[in-house]
């Protein structure tokens, strides 16, 4: 197979270039480089028209020895071909070059074949070939051919154009009217190949059974192979493994094909394969049981050895891993043994080693269970061994056996007993044992069930359980049977009236029968109370009854036993809010804490007194100003018999009024009215509330300088009248501004009057004391005393009264109204006033009174 590189022959015809004048007598060919190849000119250079507009055909063609050809071969010769045609034409001319595609430089060299028809002219390194004075003429009607050889250039050169131009003249003379043509051709380089060489090389020549061999390919030029493994099997891989399946000598042979070729390789003999492992157990054998035997295998083939040996079941065998084992079942076994030389396919065979069976004893008794005092029979069976006469021998975990030595033998025990039979056959077969148990029945245990409590004509189920015995069926028998459904079943019903104490006895045929005893108790509901009415009015009704035997309580209902309400353990209840004459049915039941509970309910019907009603109209709710008077009294009564009764509170009177009272604080009057012809139905309460306007006169001051600024605390006052407690007075609706002459306590009034006309007046009184003065004053009923005052830095308050008073916090305040400092007193009231400027300043006080919070003002002097 070849490899091709693509050789670019690029033809350019050019139909004008080739002559500077083409004419009978001046047709020698054109100058160099018109061929229309990349970096020359074009016959229309010099003729007139546009190339490949004409109506001619011009073809290039490449043969190797009469064979056109698209590629070439590097140093080979080849003939080129250049045709034009085109009709009414008879003189033409053309010119071409080869060119290298990669880079348009000239490619191989040109032989000349026809020395009269064609030349070459040379461009720098560029030859072309071109037709002479006498090609021009026509090889045939309106055709001319031209043919040069050429040698192609050396390898690796790569694609070649050839580019050629023609002329097809009007043979005019003259440079226009004629036809230019331009062509090319593309030959590719054409690469030698190299056949391939066939070769490989394995692994290894002498394997087991299924061993496997890698092949390595070693060969050359090759792009496919085949493989012949010379047992029937082949591959395509190239370098594969192989497992070879049966024994012997195999042939392997490599067939590689590539572009140059097909190639083989064969190794006569190659493989050897070893033959598979026989491996032979042993003829099978008899032994006694506990008896052992040698177990021999035999072993040939493979690779000869050391062979590897596994015996399975490992049971009974002294090595599993050996040829030669010591085999000592217990019972029959066939054993396999699996030989393997690490090579070759394991392989395995199989000795069956027979055991003489061993004596199998079993024993039963009849019966099994039996109550304290009976018998059981017990019996012994054996198979197996070596077949000669069997011997028993019974042993007893506890008490005894008759008849120790034969097969059939009883036994009476007291309680649960196993029993052990030997037997033997006086072979080589072991002594053989058997078990049987003999089960004697426990004593009847008889529990008759917890006591239980009921109330009166309740019922309840006698829950009894019985173990023990023979497990049933079990008799019953309970005493005595008042009260129950049935006494002799397991668990009746019983609804005794009374307390009983009930005796349960059980037996089961066999065993010494079993008794319990329960107690039911019966306990009563609490009894029926006797209800009657009693005292009543037009608006209630009061019932009362007996104690009820048993009760801890009561409840009553009002709709027939629907809704019940406790009210504890009373014996009255009252109904109020009834219209006169009403009837109402009231049913009452004692309740008890323990489990009979309610008891029978009893019925009782009252009626409320039917009386005609009062209709009373006393004074209205008022409120006046403190320290006045106000007029009350009932102002009509109507209804009843006309003779009424007035009672007052506060034995204020027993007449209809009015009464003229003074009232100093807020007031409640109560009048009761009667009828003394009805005097049983009761009589009305009615009540008038007295309110007492609050006192809001009151005022607040403060000092600033000399002045006492005074606040009222009535601001609804209508009017205000001051007496500052110097002699001056003063009326204004606003802050009262006060000076004071001399240093004192003074008792200044206010008198104000309120929207309701009420005058109010308070008192207080208010210390002036001016700069460098230290005072002491009372307000709130607390005295103040400063020491000292004036003073520098340290300072006590006193603070006394009819009380405990307790300074809390200082407020400091300069003349101007601003707080300078904030301080907490101690507990005796000493405090520092810190690095306050000389002058006058107020203390604002706060202090508990009687756990009370107040606040009063105070003057104090700093000097330095």
């Not at 009151?698 to 002045?707: E, I, P």
Request: aromatic share 10%.
């Amino acid at each position: 197979m070849k490899h091709k590189f693509t050789l670019l022959l690029v033809t350019t015809l050019c139909l004008s270039t080739f002559f500077y004048s083409i004419s009978f007598t001046n047709s020698g060919g054109p100058a160099a480089g018109k061929t229309g190849a990349p970096g020359d000119g074009l016959c229309t250079d010099c003729h007139s028209g546009t190339a490949n507009t004409g109506l001619g055909i011009v073809s290039l063609s490449v043969k190797d020895a009469g064979n056109p050809v698209t590629e070439y071969t590097p140093g080979k010769q080849y003939t080129v071909t250049a045709t034009v045609t085109e009709s009414g034409r008879s003189k033409f001319g053309f010119q071409m070059v080869t060119f290298l595609n990669s880079n348009n430089t000239m490619a191989g060299s040109w032989t000349l074949t026809e020395l009269t028809r064609t030349q070459t002219k040379t461009s720098g390194s560029k030859i072309y070939v071109e037709h002479t004075s006498t090609g021009n003429a026509q090889t045939s009607a309106g055709t001319n051919t031209w043919s040069a050889d050429w040698t192609a250039p050396v390898s690796g050169s790569g694609t070649v154009k050839i580019y050629a131009a023609f002329n097809a003249t009007n043979s005019s003379g003259s440079t226009s009217g004629d036809n230019i043509y331009t062509t090319n051709f593309t030959l590719t380089e054409e690469i030698p190949v190299t056949p391939p060489v066939a070769a490989f090389s394995v692994s290894g020549t002498d394997i087991c059974l299924n061993g496997s061999i890698s092949f390595t390919n070693l060969s050359t030029d090759a792009t496919s192979y085949l493989w012949d493994f010379g047992d029937g099997t082949t591959s395509t891989e190239v370098s594969p493994s192989h497992t070879y399946s049966t024994s012997g000598l195999f042939t392997v042979t490599l067939t590689a094909t590539g572009d140059g070729g097909t190639d083989s390789e064969t190794k006569n003999n190659l493989i050897t394969v070893q033959p598979a492992i026989s491996a032979t157990a042993g003829s099978n054998t008899s032994i006694c049981t506990g008896s052992s035997v040698t177990l021999n295998v035999s072993v040939s083939g493979g690779n000869g050895g050391p062979y590897t040996y596994s015996w399975t079941p490992s049971t009974g065998l002294s090595a599993t891993n050996t040829a030669n084992p010591n085999a000592s079942p217990s019972a029959t076994t066939t054993y396999m043994v699996y030989v393997s030389d690490g090579c070759s396919p394991m392989v395995s065979d199989d000795v069956t080693v027979t055991v003489t069976p061993p004596i199998t004893a079993s024993a039963t008794a009849n019966p099994t269970i039996i109550c304290q005092g009976m018998s059981a029979s017990l019996s012994a069976n054996a198979t197996g061994g070596s077949g000669g006469a069997f011997t028993y021998s019974w042993v007893a975990s506890s008490g005894s056996v008759d008849n120790p030595l034969l097969p059939l033998t009883s036994t009476s025990p007291l309680f649960t007993t196993t029993y052990i039979v030997y037997v033997s056959d006086g072979g080589c077969s072991p002594t053989a044992t058997a078990n049987v148990v003999v089960s004697v029945n426990p004593p009847l245990t008889v529990i008759a069930g917890t006591n239980v409590s009921l109330c009166e004509g309740e019922i309840t189920n006698l829950s009894a359980s019985v173990t023990g015995g023979n497990g049933g069926p079990y008799s019953y028998s309970w005493v005595p049977s008042v009260g129950l459904n049935s006494n002799t079943i397991q668990n009746p019903i019983a609804a005794p009236s009374v307390t009983t104490n009930y005796s349960l006895f059980v037996s089961d045929g066999c065993s010494q029968p079993g008794s319990d005893d329960v107690t039911v108790t019966v306990n009563n509901f609490p009894t029926a109370p006797l209800v009657n009415c009693g005292a009543t009015t037009l608006s209630s009704i009061e019932y009362v009854w007996n104690p009820s035997i048993g009760a801890d309580g009561y409840e009553i209902s009002f709709d027939g036993g629907t809704v019940w309400k406790n009210v504890g353990n009373t014996f009255v209840y009252d109904t109020t809010g009834l219209s006169p004459g009403e009837t109402l049915s009231l049913m009452v039941r004692g309740i008890s804490f323990g489990l009979c509970s309610p008891g029978i309910a009893s019925t009782k019907t009252c009626s409320a007194i039917n009386c005609a009603p009062l209709s009373v109209i006393v004074s209205s709710d008022t409120t006046v100003c403190k320290n006045s008077t106000v007029e009350i009294g009932v102002l009509s009564v109507t209804g009843g018999t006309g003779n009424y009764f007035f009672n007052w509170s506060d034995s204020l009177g027993t007449t209809q009024g009015p009464y003229t009272i003074n009232i100093f604080q807020p007031t409640a009057f109560t009048v009761s009215v009667g009828d003394s012809g009805a005097i049983t139905c009761g009589t009305l309460e009615n009540k008038i509330s007295i309110g007492v306007y609050p006192n809001q006169a009151g005022f607040t001051y403060s000092m600033t300088g000399d002045t006492i600024l005074f606040n009222p605390d009535n601001t609804f006052g209508s009017s205000f009248v001051w007496n500052f407690g110097d002699g001056n007075v003063d009326s204004s609706l606003s802050t009262i501004a006060h000076v004071y002459d001399t240093n004192g306590v003074y008792n200044v009034c206010v008198q104000s009057v309120t929207p309701a006309g009420c005058v109010e007046e308070f008192c207080d009184s208010v210390e002036f004391v001016k700069v460098g003065i230290a005072k002491s004053y009372t307000n709130n009923d607390v005295h103040f005393k400063l020491i000292p005052n004036p003073g520098k830095e340290q300072f006590q308050l006193q603070l006394s009264c009819c009380g405990n008073v307790t300074p809390n916090e200082i407020q400091v305040f300069n003349l101007q109204g601003q707080e300078v400092l904030h301080i907490k007193p101690q507990r005796d009231g000493k405090f520092t006033l810190g690095n306050l400027m000389q002058g006058l300043y107020f203390l604002k006080i706060k202090y508990d009174h009687n756990n009370v919070n107040l606040e009063d003002w105070m003057p104090v002097m700093v000097q330095e």
